[in-house]
């Protein structure tokens, strides 16, 4: 495994591997992550090893996906675990830049990929998808990968970036992987970290809701959109430290919202329930996809 920090560098290797093929069609798989690595991204770097020739694992911080009241200072950081953790799932190529090397100047140029943006992340953190559009396309740009693996964890990043390499032509596949959780249900997430005990505890109930909502719309106990809002927001006030950022009933990937007065069974699309809670200072994220067959299962 190799570690580069400049762009020469990345571009150089990359280049090189391809070349070493010798005419052969190198799949190159990209992992763009934050860092401070846990069995969630380990899940994605196993896809991109199983998926690709060569697996390229970009660890970066990126400022201008942080609102100015956000935690880009304060976000976790551990560069040695996570180059123990990456070597483990046997990536080739860790891509770790300073700001300085990824901003070398005032960005003025920026990708924004419209309504998809406007609910549920894109409404409570403005700017938040402009950040990370932007800075997908300049890695995307810097490694040309074939294939680009995310989690589902980030559905809307996921509908997100589909559009824009849609849009854009980019000659990339996006790869969505499902939700890694915890044994008792909670969704890894690196500000997991943040939560105290009792905060860690309470968290559970994000899980606990999506799973009952599925459950009471498979069997048909909740019929109407408005029923499962209701349910769900019922059960998360069982937290006493729960403060709902949203509680989103939506169609997926099209992230449109539905008539609160809609029977579920008559809708022909597949759904996302996508849930914003913060605990303390810490918002997490969560979702569960019910496909149309599945919503459908009842009369
Ligand atoms: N539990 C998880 N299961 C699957 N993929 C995940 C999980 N957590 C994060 N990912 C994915 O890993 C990639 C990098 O995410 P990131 O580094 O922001 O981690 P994170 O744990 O989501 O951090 P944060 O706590 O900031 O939300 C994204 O594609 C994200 O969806
Ligand atoms: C895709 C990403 C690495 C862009 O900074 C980030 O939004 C994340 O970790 O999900
Ligand atoms: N995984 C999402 C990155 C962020 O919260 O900024």
Redesign the pocket.
């Known amino acids: 495994m190799i570690v580069i920090r400049d762009t020469a560098t990345l571009r150089e290797e990359i280049k090189q591997r391809r070349r070493a093929a010798l005419g052969a069609d190198v799949q190159v798989g990209l992992v763009p992550t ?1 860092g401070y690595l846990h069995d969630g991204h380990a899940s994605l770097m196993r896809a991109a090893r199983k998926q690709s020739d060569v697996v390229v694992l970009s660890i970066f911080v ?1 400022p201008i ?2 609102g100015p009241n956000e935690d880009f200072d304060s976000y976790p950081r551990d560069e040695e675990r996570d180059l123990a953790l990456a070597e483990r799932e046997g990536v080739d190529i860790v891509f770790i830049p300073t700001v300085e090397v990824m901003y070398p100047g005032p960005t003025k140029t920026k990708i924004q990929v419209s309504g998809l943006t406007s609910r549920l992340c894109g409404a409570s953190r403005p700017g ?1 998808f402009d950040g ?1 559009t932007t800075v997908v396309a300049k890695l995307f740009n810097l490694v040309q990968p074939d294939l680009a693996f995310f989690g589902m ?2 559905a809307q ?1 996921v509908a997100v970036l589909q559009q824009m390499v849609q849009d854009l032509n980019m000659p990339v596949h996006i790869v969505p992987c499902p939700i890694v959780r915890e044994e008792d249900g909670l969704a890894l997430s690196s500000r997991n970290v943040y939560l105290s005990e009792e905060e860690r505890e309470q968290a559970l109930v994000l899980s606990r809701a999506l799973r009952e909502a599925e459950s009471a719309v498979t069997s048909g106990t909740v019929k109407q959109v408005t029923d499962l809002r209701r349910q769900l927001e019922q059960t998360i006030g069982t937290s006493s430290l729960a403060l709902i950022d949203y509680v989103e009933i939506l169609t997926f990937p099209g992230l449109e919202p539905l008539d609160e007065n809609m029977l579920l069974n008559t809708i022909d699309q597949d759904l996302i329930i996508a849930l914003a809670v913060k605990f303390g200072r810490t918002r997490l994220i969560d979702n569960i996809r019910l496909q149309k067959a599945e919503v459908h299962a009842y009369v």
């Open positions: 934050m990126n996906q942080f938040h990370v964890k980030d990043q």
